[in-house]
């Protein structure tokens, strides 16, 4: 077994292999490398087991550089689910010891690979010296969820009451890919209302440049008397439709503008042929969120972040200190760090 990083030559094989293997997720494709790479000025280094030349495991890795060494991800951005795909138990080792030893140089302060929700997690032997988890929340589709009265059977009676309402108040759910100005605007300010982490500005402006309207995206509207109201950005990949960002104006939320969108959204993805709708992972301390989605038929798939922390000063940051010091970068779980690090601000950077 051979182990090599991933060149452009090696790229047509790479993006045949992952969409081939079953479970892999948009974040494993050479689009995503390539928006991730442009928006976080990061530098990726995929890892390939190779057999007679044949690819049989690959392992995306993200390094950013920073103040107190590198750190390095699989994936970063929002927790974006990465680790390997191996075919092999031996690739998979194979893999796993190239990583150990690619984190372990002395220039690397720490790295962390999330696994994926679909597959299973192969990661025995992997270098990590702290974890931290998520509670990934699916919906799996069927054939017969085209139908809207069929998955509505399928949801909690309240969901269900929540797609009438908004039914009732006229609401119209429509695809507008050009919605990205809606989008965005409507984001940052529900971001500002809850004290969250907002996407940066040039998310919303380059992800139509990287990814196909209508094949990779779409942007679902719910609109109010012609007005947006509503919208939700959902990604597509193999079998799987990733719902990202959800956003929905304030004094129209009672209206249950986003119920409508989910029902429109998830018939259509069923009619498509998509199996599974991600609605990505929730911390503990997110009851409300996880029940909204437990209420739309999700089931649990849990997943971990195995963290290697090399360099102890990291311990000693604030959480703002870090973010501004990593961009995009998962460092380390903010439980690691010291008590009293900085206890006025957010415990954790990303979802």
Sequence with gaps: MKIEVLNTSKQPQYEAFARAYPGALLYHSLKFRDFLEELLGC???????????????????????????????????????????????????????????????????????????????????????CTDTRTGQITVLSPEDHSEDFLLARIASSARRNVRKAQAA??????????????????FSHMQEIGGLAKPRKFFDIFPKHFEAEKDYNIYVARLQGKPIAALLLFYSGTTVEYYTPVSLTEHRNLQPLSAILAK?????????????????????????????????????????????????????????????????????YSELYQGAA?????KVFS
């Design 43 to 129: 530098a990726s280094h995929y890892l390939l087991a190779l057999e007679d030349n044949e690819i049989l495991g690959v392992l995306p890795l993200m390094k950013t550089p920073g103040p107190l060494g590198e750190v390095w991800n699989s994936l970063p951005f929002y927790g974006s689910n990465g680790g390997l795909l191996a075919q092999s138990a031996e690739a998979a080792q194979s893999l796993i010891a190239a990583y150990n030893e690619v984190v372990s140089a002395p220039q690397v302060a720490s790295s962390t690979l999330i696994s994926s929700p679909l597959c299973p997690d192969p990661h025995k032997g992997l270098r990590h010296n």
């Design 170 to 187: 006229d609401i119209e759910v429509i695809v507008d890919n050009t919605a990205t100005g809606f989008l965005a605007s409507a984001h």
């Design 265 to 333: 959204a998830m018939t259509a993805a069923a009619a498509s042929g998509y199996q599974y709708w991600n609605w990505g992972g929730t911390w503990e301390s997110q009851e409300p969120l996880y029940r909204f989605k437990t209420k739309w038929a999700a089931s649990d798939y849990p997943y971990t972040y195995y963290v290697q922390v090399n360099n102890a000063k990291l311990r000693k940051q604030s959480p703002g200190t870090l973010q501004k010091a990593y961009p995009g970068f998962y460092v380390l779980p």
């Design 343 to 347: 206890p006025h601000e957010p415990k």
